[in-house]
């Protein structure tokens, strides 16, 4: 049998779910984040690794000889050097579509919290606040309504479609800018220029990749180009935006809000200046995680690994 370690075990689960109901797991190696020295000092001779976000470079690869096979437990793949595994012939597979609806459910929580500040009556009447109103009722001025307001999707990939259906059964119109835009199947949903999308978006939320082409693409340029009532979402990576540029746009309310899942660097360090503000939303990279999307992704990752071990081969492929 394969030595198997999973790593960073605490991300996929809090201990609400037992690793160990996945029977590739059951004779796994399982380790914490805070155990990661020592897949180098007690566990060099892996051969399977399961990873979330622990970077696998070239440096790091030259410390496992024995690896065959990364598992990332997440989609995305920019912590990890394929070239380098290419060169050594190790085999990387991720795993796709187990958080879609979980994310496309928090673009819509992060939503809400900004348009219907429920936390903020919430707290008001615990506060006393709306016991003391003279009224029947108590609420904050300027709450919209979503019907009607012009919903922009940058990437229409699975959770972006996700999205985009959320949205139109909200009533609201749903533009997206796509690299394939023949892909879209619904007609309701109206492929625009990037350009079109920032300028008359209600609501822009971002679901692409971080790649080269994509880091910091949410710029001063692309913010001045946003309606200055516009709400700013992003759950796919942080790096997607400039950070101080989000900051100065916010703090001068050239822009509405912004609703972030995702910072540049995780965990954001106590003074990020992003936190300090009151039109920003942070949630703490959380929106992949609901325990339905958690268990789908060891169930699939676990048989990603049955796969590799039994017939030499995934869906998941990546190299």
């Excluded at 900004?114 to 003391?132: C, E, F, L, P």
């Amino acid at each position: 049998m394969a030595k198997i370690i999973l790593i960073e075990s605490d991300t996929v689960t809090t201990g609400d779910l037992d690793i160990t109901q996945f029977p590739i797991f059951q004779n796994a190696v399982v380790l914490s984040t805070n155990d990661t020295d020592a897949l180098f000092s007690d566990h060099s001779d892996v051969e399977v690794l399961a990873v979330n976000k622990l970077q696998i470079t070239k440096a790091v690869l030259d410390q496992l000889p024995n690896l065959k096979l990364i598992q990332i437990l997440a989609t995305g793949y920019d912590n990890v050097d394929l070239e380098a595994c290419k060169e050594k012939g190790i085999h990387v597979f991720n795993v796709s579509g187990y958080s879609t609806h979980s994310v496309a459910q928090h673009v819509f929580a992060l939503l809400l919290s900004i348009t219907n500040k429920v936390n903020y009556h919430w707290q008001m009447s615990r506060d006393g606040i709306w016991s003391n109103e003279s009224k029947f009722c108590f609420y904050a001025p300027n709450i919209p309504e979503l019907n009607n307001k012009i919903f922009g999707i940058i990437g229409l990939g699975d959770i972006g479609l996700a999205t985009a259906e959320i949205a139109l059964a909200f009533g609201m119109d749903v533009v997206t800018y796509t690299r394939s835009p023949e892909k879209i199947k619904n007609d309701r949903i109206k492929p625009l220029s990037l350009e079109e999308v920032t300028q008359i978006s209600d609501v822009i939320s971002l679901h692409v990749p971080l790649t080269e082409d994509t880091s910091e693409m949410v710029d001063t340029q692309f913010l001045e180009a946003m309606k200055d009532s516009a709400i700013l979402i992003n759950t796919a990576r942080g790096g997607l935006i400039n950070e101080k540029g989000l900051y100065d746009a916010l703090r001068a309310k050239k822009i509405k809000a912004a609703a972030l899942d995702v910072l540049t660097s995780e965990p954001p360090e106590q003074d990020n200046p992003l936190l300090e503000l009151t039109n920003c939303i942070v949630t703490s990279h959380m929106a992949w995680a609901s325990i339905d999307a958690r268990s789908r992704l060891l169930k699939w990752a676990s048989d990603n690994i049955s796969g590799f071990i039994n017939e030499g081969k995934s869906d998941n492929a990546l190299v």
